[in-house]
């Protein structure tokens, strides 16, 4: 058994700081690993295990998510570019994750340090029971000594269930983990206020979103091998650091450089305080069974973050859902502002909109005198933004 210590740090505030973090979560993507003729490159992935290794053995815990398992099974399958078609993606990615494992296992072994296969799709983080075995097994997995490497789980994930792109499911996996910062590695080394080959500068420090609404992020995917782009990037880098999680975003080439704590890439400060993993899975994985539609003011109230919500506030509401069922709060126009477990069916609140809790109670009885959504089960969409 091989058990580390690890630091204690576990506040990164700039990029110069990172060789002080207790724990990382690191995304590589297919581009930085494959190419579509060759499967693996063995010299693009040596280099990575080499830089993490050390990272490792300097005290710091990594999380790997690795894209690469699909365009790793192209070669062998005889396959020159990346199928459209769902089975052929899950087939060349049952394929392929096995060899991408055995060359990681072959590569960390050099150094002494075990790694772990975790797969997992969407639906394994939309129902807390498995949320919560995910973070029990991955946090076992670093107390351990062991570098778990994550992937989505493509040979049976299907449409309905995906996460899309490994760099949302960094992310997750970094608010699930309470990572001190989340690394995302493709073949790009910065985010641009403009194309390079038109003259763009590199962006190095991203203290609002709003900073990018007038950078043209291009169009997703990248050399045919992968699904992500700098849209996905951008769009985890956003969804991490306003959940106090700051993200850098550069090259796997830069790798070693990032991890020295060099100016490199560009760096999402953190935004606001922490969330809980409860608040994460709210906002972000629980599958939603309906909707509330809320007037003016009680939209308002909840996007305070400090009210429950009542049926006072309530206009009306949508599909069908069970009392302990997440639900989408929305304003008078649908725009989604936040999740919640609702406490009573789609059933019950009809009879109780737009009234008061003690009009409730007097006409359904004492048991309606709860929230319908409580405030401890309660997350915002967009906090910060």
């Not at 740090?9 to 003729?37: E, F, H, Y």
């Not at 990572?179 to 190095?204: E, M, N, Q, T």
């Not at 020295?260 to 890439?265: K, L, S």
């Not at 009542?310 to 989604?336: H, Q, S, Y």
Request: aromatic share 4%; proline share 2%; charged share 20%.
């Amino acid at each position: 058994m091989n058990v580390r210590a690890t630091k204690t740090l576990s506040s990164i505030s700039s990029l110069r700081d990172l060789p002080q973090a207790r724990r990382l979560v690191v995304k590589v993507g297919s581009s930085s690993l494959t190419t579509v003729s060759g499967g693996i490159s063995h010299e693009r992935l040596k280099f990575l295990a080499d830089t993490l290794a050390q990272t490792v053995h300097d005290d710091t815990q990594i999380v790997l998510v690795s894209s690469g398992a699909i365009a790793a099974g192209l070669s062998p399958l005889g396959l020159d570019k990346r199928p459209k078609d769902l089975a052929t993606q899950q087939a060349a990615a049952a394929v392929g994750q096995g060899l991408l494992l055995a060359q990681y296992t072959q590569e960390f072994a050099k150094y002494d340090l075990n790694v772990g296969q975790v797969l997992l799709t969407a639906d394994d983080l939309m129902h807390r029971t498995t949320y919560t075995n995910a973070l029990r097994s991955l946090t076992r997995l670093l107390n351990l000594g062991v570098l778990p490497i994550v992937n989505e789980n493509d040979a049976v994930a299907t449409r309905e269930i995906r996460f899309g792109d490994n760099d949302r499911l960094a992310a997750l996996v970094a608010h699930l983990i309470k990572a001190d910062a989340l690394l995302l590695f493709s073949d790009v080394d910065s985010v641009y206020d403009a194309h390079p080959k038109d003259g763009g500068s590199r962006i190095s420090h991203v203290g609002h979103p709003d900073e990018l609404d007038t950078v043209d992020l291009g169009t997703p995917g990248s050399a045919g091998v992968g699904t992500g782009g700098m849209i996905t990037k951008v769009d985890a880098a956003t969804m991490s650091s306003a959940a106090g999680i700051p993200t850098l975003v550069t090259s796997t080439d830069n790798a070693a450089r990032a991890l020295a704590g060099e100016d490199v890439g560009t760096w999402f400060a953190a935004r606001n305080t922490r969330r809980s993993a409860r608040d994460v899975w709210l906002a972000h994985l629980a599958s939603a069974e309906g909707r509330l539609i809320l007037d003016a003011g009680a939209v308002r109230a909840v996007a305070d973050g400090t009210n429950s919500l009542l049926a006072a506030g309530i206009t009306a509401t949508r599909g069908e859902f069970e009392a302990g069922d997440a639900v989408e709060i929305c304003d008078a126009d649908g725009n989604i502002i936040g999740r919640g477990l609702v406490n009573y069916s789609s059933e019950e609140l009809p009879a109780m909109l737009g009234r008061t809790t003690g009009e409730i109670a007097d006409s359904l009885g004492e048991g309606y005198e709860k929230a319908v959504v409580h405030i401890d089960d309660l997350a915002l969409m967009d906090v910060g933004q």
